[in-house]
T-cell receptor
Framework: GENVEQHPSTLSVQEGDSAVIKCTYS??????FPWYKQELGKRPQLIIDIRSNVGEKKDQRIAVTLNKTAKHFSLHITETQPEDSAVYFCAASGRAAGNKLTFGGGTRVLVKP | KAGVTQTPRYLIKTRGQQVTLSCSPI?????VSWYQQTPGQGLQFLFE???????NKGNFPGRFSGRQFSNSRSEMNVSTLELGDSALYLCASSLDGTGNQPQHFGDGTRLSIL
């Protein structure tokens, strides 16, 4: 089955700097890659997603890139703000797996003011 | 549009008991997936229901089961509770079962086993 690895597990950045989180996946049939943000005590919230027919997608300060050949995808947050502090999860799913999302282990991001 | 609603939000049970958790998906969403979240194991897929049929199942023992009703609402049941079942149980709904549609999560049910 699919296996998703996420790095780093913790990330501390200064307000205004950029943050990058990287994920690798194992199943070349995976074609959908969402990113979730989970604040303490709250639900995981979808912040951006990318499908395998696209190499990059951007939404204001966040962007995701996908390299299908290398089987990795990354989340980029620019101009970080204290409210970006949260745990971020990457995930992967493929047509063969239906709606089963396989999650990475999560990255705890701390933005220091 | 109302989001995904899970009830109850908190539950305390003792070992050996059973529990039923409920999930109402976003209106129009036909797929409901269940996940277990623990500090040690992260987010683990339990199972997915689409049109009242279980389409996919994760690596959990048979004590974990679920079902989906004709209105797409779903329930999951855990029997013979163990201490290790203490976790946040999240459900997520999506429009269809193609595997490339966004899944939206509910607030979860926090289950504590004493």
């Amino acid at each position: 089955g699919e296996n998703v690895e996420q790095h780093p597990s913790t990330l501390s950045v200064q307000e205004g700097d950029s943050a990058v989180i990287k994920c690798t996946y194992s199943d070349s049939a995976s074609n959908y890659f969402p990113w979730y943000k989970q604040e303490l005590g709250k639900r995981p919230q979808l912040i951006i997603d990318i499908r395998s027919n696209v190499g990059e997608k951007k939404d204001q300060r966040i962007a995701v890139t996908l390299n299908k050949t290398a089987k990795h995808f990354s989340l980029h947050i620019t101009e970080t703000q204290p409210e970006d502090s949260a745990v971020y999860f990457c995930a992967a799913s493929g047509r063969a797996a239906g709606n089963k999302l396989t999650f990475g282990g999560g990255t705890r991001v701390l933005v220091k003011p | 549009k109302a989001g995904v609603t899970q009830t109850p939000r908190y539950l305390i049970k003792t070992r050996g008991q059973q529990v039923t958790l409920s999930c109402s998906p976003i209106s129009g969403h036909r797929s409901v997936s269940w996940y277990q979240q623990t500090p040690g194991q992260g987010l683990q897929f339990l199972f997915e229901y689409f049109s009242e049929t279980q389409r996919n199942k994760g690596n959990f023992p048979g004590r974990f089961s679920g079902r989906q009703f004709s209105n797409s609402r779903s329930e999951m049941n855990v029997s013979t509770l163990e201490l290790g079942d203490s976790a946040l149980y999240l459900c997520a709904s999506s429009l269809d079962g193609t595997g490339n549609q966004p899944q939206h999560f509910g607030d979860g049910t926090r289950l504590s086993i004493l």
